[in-house]
């Protein structure tokens, strides 16, 4: 079973573009979200995160809204450039015994056109 | 600041051989965590270490192992070797176990292992 459902699964977009991605998760325990961007040949690098206690959340160009009673979240690049294409991760996370482990979406390619 | 290393870069094994793989997380971090990625499941949690203790397991069989050492670092083992396996093994590592802000996890390039 899928905890955390992420879509699409490929995104093309030109320069300038915004580009969404989005992702729903079943477990309400989850109360942790965070956002990974990982190129090719390098691991996954946290992009931003977000708690359940706020709707929104914005870093430079990258926004994160979340929609608690609908377990659903969504990544939005801004003006999307090119040096952005990578595969972005969406992940659910809940307290482990001190651990927040991720439990990671299937991974979206987000490909810009210049 | 030197990141999370993972060594070898690059692996290639034959089935039924058992294989260890190496991280070295940022200095300070005392959790360490490993996953599969795989094209076809994603990535995957194996188990988490904090001060040398596992403090959490995936689900994946026994043949799949590791420990931590006094310095941080870990490793993992595979033993008997299925073609399976094949995949990308990623190491994290976070001051405490990620989730507050400032203390998320940082991964390593990972080690490419290929059975065949």
């Known amino acids: 079973q899928q905890q955390v459902k992420q879509s699409p699964q490929s995104l093309i977009v030109q320069k300038g573009g915004i580009s969404i991605i989005n992702c729903a998760y079943e477990?309400?325990?989850?109360?942790?979200f965070p956002w990974y961007q990982q190129f090719p040949g390098k691991g996954p690098a946290l992009l931003i995160a977000i708690r359940p206690d706020v709707s929104e959340k914005k870093e430079g160009r990258f926004t994160i809204s979340f929609n608690k009673s609908a377990k659903q979240f969504s990544l939005h690049i801004m003006d999307s450039q090119p040096g952005d294409s990578a595969t972005y991760f969406c992940?659910?996370?809940?307290?482990?015994?001190?651990?927040?482990?991720?439990?990671f979406g299937r991974g979206t390619s987000l490909i810009v056109h210049p | 600041k030197a990141g999370v290393t993972q060594t070898p870069r690059y692996l290639i094994k034959t089935r039924g051989q058992q294989v260890t793989l190496s991280c070295s997380p940022i200095s300070g971090h005392r959790s360490v965590s490993w996953y599969q990625q795989t094209p076809g499941q994603g990535l995957q949690f194996l188990f988490e270490?904090?001060?040398?203790?596992?403090?959490n397991k995936g689900n994946f069989p026994g043949r799949f192992s590791g420990r931590q050492f006094s310095n941080s670092r870990s490793e993992m083992n595979v033993s008997t070797l299925e073609l399976g396996d094949s995949a990308l093994y990623l190491c994290?590592?976070?001051?405490?176990?990620?989730?507050?802000?400032?203390?998320?996890?940082?991964f390593g390039s990972g080690t490419r292992l290929t059975v065949v």
């Open positions: 477990n309400t325990a989850f109360d942790y």
């Open positions: 994290a590592s976070s001051r405490t176990g990620g989730g507050l802000e400032g203390y998320g996890y940082t």
């Open positions: 270490y904090f001060s040398e203790t596992q403090r």
């Open positions: 992940a659910a996370s809940k307290d482990s015994g001190g651990s927040y482990i991720p439990t």
